[in-house]
Structures are given as C-alpha cells and as structure tokens.
C-alpha cells in the first residue's frame, strides 16, 4: 500500500512530489468527460518515469494477437483503446534551461484533483541550475458542457530576476501506446497546419479507418492582462506534429500565462472531410467565451451531476474521499449520451486490458448507474449488448455453436471476441450469464417490461441457445453438467462444474422460459412474432427449463458447502492467512502452474452466487459459505472486495464488511494490488456504492419495489444517499439512532424499510430507529 495521498473530502492531493510514484499519480489524478480523457501528465518537459495517455473513447485498433501456440478460434486481434495526439504539450525555457522537474531542485509542489468541480491543477516551485526561482500555477479540464473541448491554463512566475522566456506550445500525433504488441504505430498521418491563430494535426488509425482532428489555439497574458510588450512568435509543421513558439523578457515577479484550447473530433461524429472545419470553428474568438468562463460551465455540469451522485460520509475523511473519487472517475468515464459506448475497465486512465468493455459493466456498474442517474442511461448499456446481439452469434459460431447461439465476447470493442488467453476466451463462460442478469436487473428496477419484449428477450434467447449446447447430460450423475470452465476466480482453469457457471447458466434458462411464458400470456402476438423471427419452438422452451431444473451443482456435505467446483477439497488446505506476505500478491510473485494447484480464491466466485440469488438461500448457508471461502481469498481482483462487502454486511459482520469497504473504496487512491500505475480499476469502483448503499443501506428490489435495512459502520457518524427510483429521488440519511428517508418526487411512494412497508409522501420524509445488524 501507498499513502502519500492527502485525505480530503472533496480533493486528492499530493503534497510534495513523489517521483517514485508518478505513473501512479497520473493514473489517480486523470481527468474526462466521456467523449475523451487523459492521464494526469505534466504540460511540461517530463524526462522522469511517466506514461502519456490521451485517448477518445470508441477509437482503437485491433492490434494482432500475441499467443504462443495458435488454437482454432482464437481471436486475430486484441482492440486497443489508443493513445492520441499529446494538445497540453508546452516545453518551457527560462534563460535557455529547459524546465523539468525530474532535473530542477524542487521547494513546493502540490497537485490536486478537485473533485467537486472537474479540474486539475498544480502549483510547484523550483530552483534552476543557475539559481533562477520559477514559480508555476496550472489548471486544466476537458469540458462536460462541450464533451469535444479541452482548455489548460500555464502561468510562470519568476520573482528573483528577469529572464529571457521560450515557450513552446505543441501538437505532437507521433504518440505510440506502451502495450503494444508489435511495437507499431497505430496511426497514419492526415495532415497537420498552422496559421495566426490556429494548429491542428489530423491523424487516421490503420484498419479501422478512424480520423482524429485535434486543433489549438491561445491566448496569452502577462499579469492577467494582454501583453504590452513585444512576443516573438515561431512556427513548426512536420509530419503529425505543429508548435508555435512564443518569445519574450519577463520582469521580475510578473506573471506570464499561456491559455491553450483544444478541440478533439473523430469521424465518430462527423464526416472525415467537416473536421478541420468544425475543429477551426469550435475555437473561434466567437464560440470560446475565454478561460475562466469555460472553466464555469464546466463547474456547473459536475454540480448537476453531484446533486443525484454524491455519497456524503459524516465522520471518516479517508472513506469519505475514497468514495467520491470512485463516484467521479465513474461519471467522468462514462455519461450516458452514447450508446455506442460503454465501460472500459481503465476508462481514460491506462492502456491496460485496452480500454475494451468486460462484464464488469453488467455485474457491477449497472447497479451504480441505475441508483443515481436516468434509467436512460442504464438502458443504454444494456441496448450496448442488444446491438452487438448478431456478432455474439458469429462469436459462438466460431467455436462451433449453432442456431442462433450467443457467446457474448469477454473483451470486445464492436462485438466482437478479442481476448487471446484461452481460459478466458473458451472458458470463462460465466459473462454470459451476467448480461442475462443484467437485463433481469434493469427491469426489476424500473419496471420498463417494454425492453423485454422489444430488445431483451432476444438477447436472453440467444444466451440460453449457448447454455443448452455448452451443458452435457451425464449418465453417470443423471445431471447436466457444465465441463471444461474458468469461473470468477480466474486461479482455477479448465474446471468441472464450477458452482456458479452452473448456478447462473441455469437461471438464464429458467429465467428466459419464465419471460417468454409471460409475454406468451400478456401479448401473445408480440411473442409469435418473435418466436417467428427467431424460430423458437416450444421444444426449445422445454429444454431449457428441463437443463435448468436438472442441473448439477457440486456441494459439500459434510462442511455445509458448495464446492467451487469437482475436486475443490482435494486442493490444501490452507488460508490467506498462511501466506508469506512477502509473496503477496501472489500473481506478481508466484508461477502460474503453483497459482493454479493452490486453494488461494481470486475474487468472490461461490460467494458471487450467492450474492445474486441471496433470496434462494437461508442465511445460515450464506454464512457457511462465506466463512469457509473468504478465509481463502486473497482478493487480488478489484472486483473481489465489494461483494465481500455485501455479504459481510447482511451477516452481521461489521468489521469485515468495513475493512472489505475501505479496500474497495481506496483501491487505487492507496494502490492495494500495487497496479495502479497501469491506470485506475474504473469498473469496480461501482463496487464502493454498492458496498454502502446495498452492503450498509441494504438495498435490494423486488419486482420494482426498493427495500432498505440499513446499518452504520462504527468509524461514521452519519452517511446520506440519493437513489433515483421510478421517476422519484430519494435522499437516504443514516445517523446513529435513526433512518430518514425523504421523497423529492411528484407523487407518493411505497417501500420496505426493516421489512415493514413505509409509505412516503410527495416532498415529505419517513424516520425511523436505527436497527444496527447483530
């Protein structure tokens, strides 16, 4: 662990520079806006340890797959998310030495990400070679009012003498991403001008044919004020890069700044030949309103976004601030007006697992999305896995699948599979079922039954065509069994029956004959229709309840358990707590042969289940499980943590819901799995609102109506909650002693509240006693 990070509630701070820890801090203080975001690098010369990371979201390259031994369906390509043209360059000399921290004696420095607001900045102080101070202020955002809009501010102070100022402000598109996998160039180039007023460099990725304008302007000021004295100004074009360079004397204790504007557009959203055009246009001296006042209006959309989001914890900074910086990363990655877009698991902050959608996005940012913003957004997500329905059917007929079977792709940037490890691409199957759950999650919430019928069913449809082909029928057992699997614990490959993938495999199918018998019932028209379209028979219909009603799942009796899968116990058996921790984490100290043979669990795999289907177990096999299996977890996944979390609570476990919290919530901010320096976990920072509104609030839904028993850890004195619920928002306040749950809606609302059914008036708020879990 880390913990350089300032604690503060609205801020994340680094006081002092921490050379040793940059890659980390640039993956920390990264910034977005959904349509672009960047990694929190300097705007000036850097020859330290650093990644560059600027990238647009949906712009990648199928980069060709690496593997050692070529099997038959193997994904060609793995997509890359990639790294675009660098528009915050400025190299900066002061009497012809060229400003670095990683070369100058450092006195101050401070960077901080303010949250509230959306903006980074710095502020340091330097001694140069030749004794000159510089004192430096910077401030940069990309704009959530005008998502294609990126603005810096760079001023430079140098109180002590006069000094001869170079400033050169650049475009550079010669940019290569570090994970690539044949070291290649991602990009052609377009074109690249300069003039008075502005530079642009246009570039093209290979293959995939996407066009990248980036175009700049500036302003520049000395004291706040336009300069009266004399600039001299320079030009640079060469292939995919442009520079102007600005010269001038600057007087002891006045302040120089360069205002430098971007605008980032793709063919995603134009056509190839309006870029330059509309790139020229968006910076002109009429549609820039100037620094300050496009630093404003980007303020008031984190605001707008803040009143439905935020989490307040009264009580412990650290949990406080670990939260709201989930909840940020999370809305700066993701916003919901494109549902050509989805999730990564780096968003805008590395290049890791390429920037590419996971089931993450299903299994644990859904729940985030549908909690605090527009059910539009969250329908967005799941019309992300109808659209990509057809090529899920090509990924299951590419390993031999057929008639209309769906394998949805672990990793994909279109639809297509493009994950080249084969216990993750064959076998960990699993993903299937959490697009299945997701749908199932969506309308459980909103009571929006109009997508089953128009988009989900047919998603649901083709996933259960998958499990029927992919489940056997064993003579021996008199079951069906699910062979050859990796399930969520990814340190177990190639497994029988692994408890999960059967469990999940079989609601999918239960869960598509129940909603195809009710549409059949409630529209029977609108279900001919689509079993025409899609050739569904009720002799489909009987085998998947017959799979799902006959599926095997392995279990202990003697301990009271579900085996992970065939063979579990055969393993040592020994606990986390065995381990040296020396040798932690495991995956970056042990081979993967010893990881494999041993019992150490990844993530929540049995207790993955059991969290999802927790209506189906008494709590006393709940607990069984979770004290044999997280004893055994070394959560090495930043999807583990949470659903501990969760679990922990609804036991009563105080201690270790809360220990399983702060991990969660601090993953990245204290670098638990030392990795954050690939970039931050976007995806499972969902995990830390749902450890405290689901694991502490307890909330949960049941056919559209929201149930809560909440809890307070011992550490806070009080947490509050909004949750946007059927057209309603509800503010959630936990003291201490009591509950009070306030209705902002037009209309009354009825809910459980300690299993006793509270009816909330318009504008009014229920209160009750706090009943803290034994």
């Known amino acids: ?239 995919g890069y442009t520079a102007k360079t600005f010269k001038l004397e600057l007087e002891a204790g006045s302040r120089f700044t360069i205002e430098k504007y971007a605008a980032c557009l793709t063919t995603r959203d134009h056509r190839k030949e309006e870029l330059a055009q509309l790139g020229k246009a968006a910076l002109s001296e009429e549609s820039i309103p100037g620094f300050s006042l496009l630093k404003e209006e980007h303020s008031r959309k984190w605001k707008e976004i803040w009143a439905h989001s935020d989490l307040e914890i009264n009580g412990e900074t650290s949990a406080q601030q670990g939260i709201r910086f989930n909840i940020f990363q999370l809305n700066q990655t993701y916003t919901g007006r494109d549902a050509r877009l989805n999730i990564g698991p780096k968003g805008f902050t590395g290049e890791k697992y390429g920037g590419s959608t996971y089931w993450d996005t299903e299994a644990y940012c859904l729940p985030f999305y549908l909690g605090t913003s527009d059910p539009a957004i969250a329908r967005n997500l799941l019309k992300y896995r109808y659209n990509h329905l057809s090529r899920a059917i090509e990924n299951g007929e590419k390993l031999g699948f057929t008639g209309g079977a769906a394998l949805y792709p672990m990793v994909t940037m279109n639809g297509e599979e493009c994950h080249n490890e084969w216990e993750i691409t064959f076998e960990e199957i699993h993903r299937n079922g959490a697009i299945a759950y997701a749908i199932y999650n969506y309308i459980n919430c909103t009571g929006d039954k109009s997508y089953m019928e128009n988009f989900g069913l047919d998603v649901l449809i083709g996933i259960s065509r998958f499990w029927t082909q992919r489940a056997t029928f064993s003579k021996a057992r008199e079951k069906y069994v699910i062979l050859g699997v990796t399930g969520p614990n990814e340190y177990e490959n190639n497994v029988n029956n692994n408890w999960y993938t059967n469990r999940i495999a079989a609601w999918c199918l239960s869960y598509t004959h129940s909603s195809c018998l009710d549409l059949k019932k409630k529209n029977p028209k609108k279900f001919t229709d689509i079993s025409t379209r899609l050739g569904l028979t009720e002799k489909n219909l009987d085998t998947f309840k017959s799979i799902s009603d006959e599926m095997h799942y392995p279990k202990d009796d003697n301990l009271g358990i579900f085996l992970q899968q065939d063979g579990y116990l055969d393993k040592e058996d020994l606990t986390a707590s065995d381990l040296n921790p020396a040798e932690r984490p495991i995956n970056q100290n042990w081979s993967w042969d010893r990881i494999l043979r041993s019992p150490f669990i ?173």
């Open 1 to 239: 662990m880390k913990n350089y990070i300032v604690k503060d509630p609205w801020h994340i701070i680094e006081d002092g520079f921490h050379p040793e820890y940059n890659r980390t801090s640039e993956s920390i203080f990264s910034i977005g806006n959904g349509h672009m975001g960047m990694r929190g690098n300097f705007e000036e010369t850097y020859s330290g340890d650093s990644l560059h990371g600027v990238y647009m979201a949906g712009v990648y390259y199928p980069d060709k797959t690496i593997v050692g031994w070529w099997k038959n369906g193997y994904p060609e390509y793995f997509a890359k998310v990639l790294n675009s043209t660098n528009w915050i360059g400025l190299e900066i000399q002061i009497d012809d030495q060229i400003l670095d921290l990683a070369k100058a004696e450092i006195k101050e420095f401070r960077r901080d990400l303010d949250m509230q607001n959306g903006i980074l900045s710095r502020r340091f102080k330097v001694i140069l070679p030749d004794g000159t101070i510089a004192v430096v202020d910077t401030c940069r955002f990309v704009s959530l009012e005008r998502p294609e809009t990126g603005a810096l501010s760079y001023s430079i102070t140098c109180p002590n003498k006069n000094v001869k100022l170079r400033v050169k402000s650049f475009l550079d598109g010669n940019i290569h991403n570090e994970d690539a996998n044949y070291d290649e160039f991602f990009w052609d180039h377009q074109f690249q001008t300069i003039d008075d007023q502005q530079m642009a460099v246009s570039l093209t990725t290979r293959k995939t044919d996407f066009t990248l304008c980036v175009t700049a302007s500036h302003r520049l000021l000395i004291n706040d004020i336009d300069p009266a004295i004399p600039v001299e100004m320079n030009d640079q074009s060469e292939a």
């Open 602 to 774: 990844k993530q929540a795999d049995v207790l993955q289940g059991l969290f999802l289907f927790e209506d189906e177990f008494d709590l006393e096999t709940i607990r069984r499980n979770f004290d044999f299996y997280e004893p055994r977890t070394v959560h090495e996944s930043s999807l583990s943590p949470c659903v501990h979390s969760i679990i922990a609570s609804s036991l009563g476990y105080a201690k270790k819901a809360y220990e399983m919290y702060l991990r969660t919530a601090r993953l990245d901010l204290d670098d638990y799995n030392n990795d954050t320096k690939d970039g931050c976990h976007i995806t499972s920072m969902s995990g830390s609102w749902m450890a405290i509104v689901m694991g502490f609030g307890g909330l949960r839904y049941e056919k559209t109506r929201l149930k809560l028993s909440p809890s307070i850890p011992e550490a806070w004195s009080s947490y509050s909650f909004k949750l946007f619920h059927l057209g309603r928002t509800l503010t959630v306040k936990v003291s201490r002693t009591s509950v009070a749950i306030k209705n902002s809606g037009t209309e009354d609302i009825s809910i459980l509240l300690y299993g006793e059914e509270v009816v909330i008036g318009s504008g009014l708020e229920a209160r009750k006693s706090l009943k803290q879990a034994e």
